[in-house]
């Protein structure tokens, strides 16, 4: 059996990453004393690299990637060379656009108008029509968005002059909270792990994680063992996009880190899967499914009866954060959200949690 360590030096290695990739590294101290994160100041840095990956998947790209500015591209392909190229997004997310303009082309085949000659009469129409269909207004937003992305990208090709989407308004969809756990909600699902059983451990270390670092659930799935610095507490974290950051560690994830790969040791580890820090027991990487039935199972097991899922964690990793006086952009740091906008949700759950606290506390309105 092959030992399998940590990675030695890792202050070089981070040295040595930053330099490769000429990040800038930004450190924002947050205070958190009453948080299960860390007791003292952490640093919260950002790396602006982005890892290129040049694989395709047939059913996205049926043609080599040496033929990206290929002229006999139809432009639909073009348009998704560019989202996974160019724009760096994922497969699941490329997947979710070309679905979307599909739904597009369909309808405007019925009036026989070429997808990239539509005009704005010929979207609003299309608008509508998924709107009949009882589409949820929040789905209606995404297929709009993604509508929109496809002619700024044709604008953007010279492919043609106006916009088509300028004047298309986005459904109303309202502000929909994310449901958030307490420390104690949280405890007592960690507490409820039986770590007599082979999984156990490695169980506690994947919530630690969630909640101690705020990651999502891919970045969970994906996380590598060539990437985490237990000495110096951090670990790299590959995000949406590929863009990568670095995430503070804090000293309880460390700790269950370092017991479960005494676990992770022990397991016939399959090739290919030897850099993954999560494996099941057959020795191959969970799944997104996987984690998302480990959660909803301990959840019931210690009665916590709100809708929880691995997200829950980053949620509630980012509220209490909030809640304890930590500044938004290191928050929005750590949680590697690319626009201020998506982290300022977190504070209409924080306006709550202040009119609770109000409520409950204030002398006046206690009589």
């Known amino acids: 059996m092959v030992e399998r360590n940590w990675p030695s030096n890792p202050s070089l290695q981070i040295t040595q990453y930053v330099r490769k990739n000429s990040c800038d590294v930004y450190m924002t101290p947050i205070n958190a004393p009453s948080l299960r994160v860390g007791e003292a100041d952490e640093a919260t840095p950002q790396s602006t690299s982005h890892s290129y990956l ?13 033929q990206h500015n290929n002229p006999m591209l139809t432009i639909a392909e073009e348009y998704f060379y560019y989202l996974k190229f160019e724009k760096g997004l994922s497969d699941n997310s490329i997947v979710a656009y070309k679905n979307d303009l599909q739904k597009l082309s369909d309808f405007l085949s019925d009036a026989h ?6 005009e704005h009469e010929h979207l609003r129409d299309f608008i509508v029509e998924i709107s009949s269909l009882g589409i949820h207004p929040r ?22 002059e106006d916009d088509p989407t300028e004047l298309l308004e986005s459904p109303k969809i309202g502000l929909r909270l994310p449901e958030v756990l307490t420390v ?20 506690k270390a994947m919530l630690e994680i969630l909640y101690g670092s705020g990651l999502r659930v891919s970045e969970l799935i994906n996380l590598q063992i060539a990437n985490l610095y237990p000495e110096e507490g951090y670990m790299l974290v590959e995000g949406k996009g590929s863009k990568q950051r670095l995430v503070p560690l804090s000293p309880q994830s460390i700790n269950q880190l370092k017991l479960w790969n005494i676990d992770r040791n022990m397991l016939d580890i399959k090739k290919g899967h030897e850099q993954y820090v999560f494996l099941n027991r057959r ?22 009866r709100k809708k929880v899922s691995p997200h829950t964690f980053r949620h509630s990793f980012a509220t209490h954060l909030l809640e304890n006086g ?20 977190y504070t209409h759950i924080d306006i709550h949690f202040l009119k609770k606290t109000i409520l409950e506390c204030h002398p006046m309105l206690k009589k």
């Open 113 to 118: 108008v070429e997808l990239a000659k539509a």
């Open 283 to 304: 020795g191959t990487q969970l799944t997104r499914a996987m984690i998302f039935t480990i959660v909803r199972e301990l959840t019931a097991t210690a009665g916590i």
């Open 139 to 160: 789905s209606q937003a995404r297929i709009l968005s993604g509508i929109k992305s496809f002619y700024h990208f044709l604008i953007y090709k010279n492919k043609r």
């Open 184 to 203: 104690d909600e949280i405890d007592q699902i960690i507490g409820a792990i039986d770590l007599s059983k082979p999984e156990g451990q490695r169980n």
């Open 54 to 66: 040049p694989f395709i998947f047939l059913s996205l790209y049926p043609v080599s990637t040496s």
């Open 326 to 345: 930590a500044n938004l952009r290191a928050i929005q740091q750590l949680l590697g959200h690319e626009s201020i906008t998506t982290t300022e949700l």
